[in-house]
């Protein structure tokens, strides 16, 4: 199954089409580290992690796994863990996954810079719920927590994200 997000801010599967936040550097094929931008690509889907303090378990043919509190993403490109799931505390700069704002409650990881993983390349690239305004993100894709859960009931290994201009 293929996933299209274009840069207009449409994200579209098999007969749906929903509205989309993408990052606030745009879409760039040259993604870099903190550049907030989302890459033009095309991407696997690895797995899912949600909160099972808010949201039900989301049904996925992908691997679906429950987050915690010490769950955090490394994004110091000298890392060793760069571009991976860290335990936290964690000594390097990193994201936190466990968030008030809601955005992470579902979170699917994006195949992006992780075979290999290069330095400086972009870290913390998720497909995730969108903020209530769908304002732009750090460079991930952004959709409405519905839309997300009826995207992933449908998504398997097999699913491949494109991410493209218009």
Known sequence: MEILARSSGILSWRDRSVRCALGRGGVREDKREGDGATPLGVFRLRRVIYRADRVDVPASRLPVAAMTVQDGWCDDAADRRYNQMVRLPCEASHEILWREDGVYDVCVVIG????????????????????SDFAPTEGCVAIALVDLVALLEECGPEAQLRISPD
């Open 112 to 131: 992006h810079n992780d075979e290999p993983v290069k330095p400086g390349r972009g870290s913390a690239i998720f497909m995730h719920v969108a903020a």
